[in-house]
């Protein structure tokens, strides 16, 4: 029997169904929400208008005025590409020491600037970090380096900048797994071995003809016993913070074997004798909270010699666990302790906190920016603000709402598909908007000095004006300020002060 | 109330770049309701209903390519012309010189879409004269419809058969649109012959239909893109963040992700035709059952293998020229095969493990074959298991961007293995693990069990056939992603 009109009958049975079901889609939907993917006429329906590309930014109802300059208030933290150092004028560089330092260098003098760079998954493997040391060792004196790189981590096989072979057994301690006491470096690890052979190869690019210092980081216990070239030598370990010569000049490999059974290596840095070090300390899955763990003693010993000028939190997308969060209030109260600790031991060191970047979940199947974004960068300004450190909008300067998701499934693709993660091309463009908000900092710094006045005269404050200001555009002229000539604002209501300043 | 918007409806009659006509399109689901509509009409007269189905047929490759389909009709008036002046002509070089057009004609069309750019950077590394890269898009089933021409005219070159009289036929027989874009790639002797025959759905062919095209489409549109989206994809695009567990799981989940995608839309395409009177061979036959890297070839893209054998292996010489020449033959096959699949190092390396693999399966089976060591159930486990990994290892260059990922992934599986927050792992993904180990469980499904199955079902009323597809439209709905997961041989 030809079974032909039972194929017509049951293709057009299902189409009719399907097409009656979907004029009632709107009902059916309050009691099954999932219809809508499955509607047959959503795509030729006329559908009601929707708002969209709603105003990401909060509109600014008040800008302060103090002392004829206009200040960043908390809300300022929606500014895009700019370090934002908050109660401060917005003229002012928000990193003036680590600039004064730049100045120098750029000025030729043999300076050393180290920054600390922490992290998670995002920076693993030295991404971001390494395209941004890149262009600042490029912009301040083509003296390369790759600076902190631990004996062994997570991404140690992947990180390309720099690599780490040993032989002999060694133990770990690290952030989530401290079985041996002794104090974690700011990698988050330490390593114990009786007998470790180090092999190190530094594979930032550089001038053959210039030299670079590697040295051997440890920690604070017995004395240990460093062999170069089959000559042992031991070294004192009584601080919390020691460091041995393990190799010096054009090469960019050192070899050498440590004998230290009680004593926390923390790993090899390799630098050039002038110019910028930048060292990366990322550690997977972890929020910036975990940094609690590092000795205070470890802390202190480092600011004491002044080891670090600048160091930079970047974290967040490991608080977008869930994907309908929206209050982050736990993380305030777990940070601002952390912070804080960092800032009461290491006084002479300044601080730089990264808002999170951008994540995507699945809402309804589809990918979009986590909802609680905005929150959680609200919450990591008004840590920022409250602690005094100032602010980088990482999340606003890359792109904002939806640019993990474009990244992600551009043809050129710059993000992974875990909609996180950054790939080697994405990390190369945000290294690149980093830099520059970097460079924009130093520039406003450069443009203080010109107005011959310290850094610190500039940004007191003694009192207070709040200006309301009307939605349409206005001019205010600037009492007469501490710069070189008198600066005109433009001030738009609703919208961030734009400054139009000649001579930075 | 509802307001048509015909914009909107003149729109969807249109090609979209960004949304190609497939068999998860909701506009499939008026495509095929307006085809089988005429299709019916025309049932008595096989030359209308072949106009009919070429129309819609082309049609359908408007909507998933675009301009492209200017190329279908233009390689189908080739190869027809040619093929009927090869048959006319009498002498041998004279066929062979209409052999040798056609293979460069077809070949040069697939070549210049899909593997100039790989021969531009291959040619950039090693020299100083550098070329730019050109933007040329690939025209959706391209590979599978250039087998298809090329396995016709080999066939009227050899005599085996003659060739077809009507070029409608012939469009047919090259844009039938159930496997245009991503085959069974299907033989015109095969084919064609089936065309003339009057509409009949017999009782077993319409319960089979129906339980291929359901089964089809929870492989592709449940089980294989929930895994790829929620797992695969990411893990893939990034190695280096996830631990060695972590990738293993993904590349088993892979393993399932391909054998779900391609044999579920495989499915699909046989089991419309199916309903159309026509029969397309089976395409898979549960390969990760297979106790050796030759079975699994015998199981997985059955029509490609098998095209592959008779027009590659056999012309190079097949097994006829000794056991050296047998082995590099396999070797070259599989290379080619590999090659085949996508313009990257990386297809050719999986192709060249695959030769590899049938070269030492050929040995094994050679020293070993008679040498009985542990009772048969039990060593066909642990072959069937030894063939599994090495199916899934070669998955790796398969899937794998470019093969710094692929070592990346390797080396992840090897030196980053721990068990370290395993709990937390199969805790936050549970979901995906399920399906994963649902798919294995289809997989491993008996072939005789669905078969007893389909012959059941024949018996039952046409209100169960309406249950099963609103379940099956239930289900999709739930799981569906917004945006469509392409199906991984498309790109092919």
């Known amino acids: 029997m030809n079974h032909s009109k039972k194929v017509i009958l049951f293709i057009l049975l299902v189409t009719s169904i399907q097409l009656i079901l979907s004029v009632f889609s709107k009902e059916i939907g309050a009691y099954f929400p999932y219809f809508k993917n499955v509607n047959l006429i959503s795509d030729i329906t006329v559908k009601e208008k929707t708002k969209i590309g709603a105003i990401e930014t909060k509109p600014h109802s008040k800008t302060t005025v103090l002392g004829g300059f206009v200040i960043n208030e908390l809300d300022a933290y929606q500014k895009k590409n700019t370090l934002i150092r908050f109660n401060a004028d917005t003229l002012a560089p928000a990193l003036p020491k680590i600039s004064q330092k730049l100045m120098q260098l750029a000025e030729g003098k043999k300076v050393k600037i180290r920054i600390a760079w922490f992290g998670d998954s995002q920076i693993e493997g030295d991404f971001i970090t390494q395209n941004v040391r890149e262009q600042l060792q490029n912009y301040f004196g083509e003296q390369k380096g790759v600076g902190y790189v631990p004996i062994s981590c997570v991404s140690s096989d992947f990180r390309r900048t720099a690599k780490v072979f040993t032989s002999g057994d060694f133990k770990v301690d690290n952030f989530k797994k401290q079985e041996h006491g002794s104090s974690l470096f700011l990698s988050g690890y330490s390593f114990y071995s009786p007998n470790l052979e180090v092999e190190f190869r530094d594979n930032v690019k550089k001038n053959s003809a210039q030299s670079t210092q590697k040295w051997l980081l440890y920690g604070k216990g017995d004395t240990i016993a460093v062999k170069i070239n089959d000559s042992v030598k031991k070294f004192p370990a009584n601080s919390e913070f020691n460091r041995v010569l393990v190799g010096s000049g054009t090469s960019s490999k050192a070899k050498f074997t440590i004998y230290a059974k009680h004593t926390p290596i923390y790993g090899v840095s390799s630098e050039p004798q002038s110019g910028i070090v930048l060292d990366n300390y990322s550690f997977r899955g972890i929020t910036g909270v975990e940094l609690k763990k590092i000795n205070s003693s470890l802390l202190a ?60 979940f699945n809402y309804d199947g589809q990918w979009k920016t986590a909802i609680g974004i905005d929150s959680l ?41 875990d909609y996180i993660h950054f790939n080697f091309r994405g990390a190369k463009a945000v290294s690149k908007t980093i830099f520059k908000a970097l460079i924009c900092d130093y520039q406003k710094a450069v443009a203080y000095k010109k107005s011959k006045l310290p850094v610190s005269q500039k940004t007191s404050v003694n009192e207070k004006e709040t200006v309301k200001l009307k939605q349409d555009t206005q001019k205010i002229k600037i009492p007469k300020a501490p710069i070189s000539k008198p600066k005109e604002i433009n001030v738009t209501g609703a919208k961030t002060p734009v400054i139009k300043a000649d001579s930075i | 109330m509802m307001e048509i918007d015909w914009n909107s409806v003149k729109e969807q009659l249109l090609y979209d770049a960004q949304n190609p006509l497939l068999f998860n399109n909701g506009f499939f689901v008026y495509f095929l309701s307006a085809f089988i509509l005429f299709y019916y009409l025309f049932r008595k007269n096989y030359k209308h209903r072949a106009i009919v189905l070429s129309l819609f047929s082309l049609y359908f490759f408007y909507k998933a390519s675009g301009s492209f389909v200017s190329i279908v009709i233009l390689s189908a008036f ?53 070329f730019n890269v050109l933007h040329i898009l690939l025209p959706i089933g391209i590979s599978f419809f250039t087998f298809e021409n090329l396995s016709y005219t080999i066939d009227v070159y050899r005599g085996e058969i003659e060739p077809e009289k009507g070029i409608v036929n012939y469009i047919l027989f090259l844009s039938f649109f159930p496997k245009l874009v991503m085959g069974p790639i299907v033989r015109a002797k095969d084919f064609i012959p089936q065309l003339k025959k009057d509409y009949f759905v017999s009782d077993t062919d319409f319960s089979k239909g129906f339980y291929l095209i359901i089964t089809g489409l929870i492989k592709k549109l449940i089980i294989s893109d929930y895994i790829s989206v929620n797992l695969v994809n990411y893990v893939f695009d990034g190695p280096h963040l996830h631990n060695g567990l972590e990738c293993l799981v993904a590349l088993y989940g892979y393993a399932i992700v391909i054998y779900c995608d391609f044999s579920g839309y495989s499915d699909v395409a046989i089991g419309i035709s199916k309903w159309m009177g026509i029969t397309i061979p089976t395409n898979f036959l549960s390969p990760y059952q297979s106790k050796s890297v030759s079975e699994f070839w015998r199981r997985w893209h059955i029509s490609l293998s098998s095209w592959l054998r008779d027009y590659l292996y056999i012309s190079m010489g097949g097994n006829r020229k000794g056991k050296f020449r047998t082995n590099i033959n396999l070797f070259l096959t599989m290379l080619i095969g590999g090659f085949w699949h996508g313009a990257s190092w990386n297809f050719i390396i999986w192709g060249a493990l695959h030769g590899t693999g049938l070269m030492i399966n050929k040995m094994w089976t050679f020293l070993f074959g008679k040498v009985k060591l542990l009772p048969s159930g039990l060593s066909n486990f642990f072959y069937a298991l030894i063939t599994f990994h090495f199916v899934c290892f070669c998955w790796i260059f398969f899937k794998a961007s470019n093969l710094d990922t692929a070592l990346q992934f390797i080396h992840q599986i090897m030196y980053q293995f721990t068990f370290d927050g395993a709990y937390e792992y199969v805790e936050n993904y549970k979901y995906v693990i399920s399906m994963i180990g649902i798919g294995y469980a289809i997989h491993l499904i008996p072939d005789s069990i669905s078969e007893k199955f389909i012959e059941r079902q024949k018996h039952f009323p046409m209100v169960y056939y309406l249950v099963g597809m609103y379940v099956f439209i239930a289900l999709y709905s739930v799981f569906k992603s917004a945006k469509p997961v392409m199906p991984i041989y498309l790109q092919f």
Do not use: H
């Not at chain 2, 070949?107 to 950077?121: A, D, M, Q, R, W």
């Open chain 1, 377 to 417: 960068i609200q919450t990591q300004a008004r840590l920022s603000y409250d602690t005094k450190i100032p602010f980088y909008n990482f999340y606003k300067s890359i792109g904002g709402n939806g640019t993990i998701v474009k990244w992600a499934d551009s043809i050129v693709q710059l993000a992974n598909k």
């Open chain 1, 301 to 360: 010993e480092l600011d004491k010699s002044g080891y670090y000028d600048l160091i930079v939190f970047q974290y967040g997308v490991n608080l977008l666990f869930q994907p309908n969060d929206t209050n982050y209030d736990y993380y305030y109260r777990g940070m601002r302790p952390v912070i804080k600790k960092f800032q009461n031991n290491m006084p002479n060191t300044e601080f730089l906190l990264f808002s999170c970047s951008d994540r995507a």
């Open chain 2, 78 to 130: 080739f190869n027809y012309g040619i093929s009927n002046w090869m048959y006319k002509v009498q002498k041998k070089g004279g066929k062979q010189f209409l052999l040798f057009l056609s293979v460069v004609f077809n070949l040069g069309l697939l070549f210049y879409f899909k593997y100039t750019n790989f021969f531009i950077e291959v040619w950039n590394n090693f020299s100083e004269l550098k």
